[in-house]
């Protein structure tokens, strides 16, 4: 959770531009396009006072959150340590052109094609 995210960066301009009363096309352009990916970092293990490697017991798995546009999908993912990662996916099923199983095997395939990328032969 750094903050780093393009909707952060939109909703800081959009924040100061309303401070000092400037209108702005390119935030009015940017902020009222469809955001069909909505996804968040759950935090876990945040400080040092909690060791996961000592007690594996705590790791959670974690929860999710829904998509933002009925055409969507919404992606929650925990780095739990070194060697673990839960994603959560959504989407409504009343849309018959999002899935979060193909979703995820997509997501699944991506990290197996980066994970290739550092492989030491």
Known sequence: MNGKGI???????????????EESPFLHEALTEPWRLSTSQTPHQQTKKMDLVKHPEYISAGGGF??????????????????MLFIHISCK????TSNSRKFGQAIEKALADVKN???ID
């Open 7 to 21: 909707d952060r960066h939109l909703f800081c301009l959009y924040v100061v531009s309303k401070y000092l009363e």
């Open 66 to 83: 829904g998509p933002v546009s009925d055409d969507g999908y919404g992606v929650s993912y925990i780095i739990a340590g070194e060697n």
């Open 93 to 96: 099923v009343s849309c018959s």
């Open 117 to 119: 990328l550092f492989k």
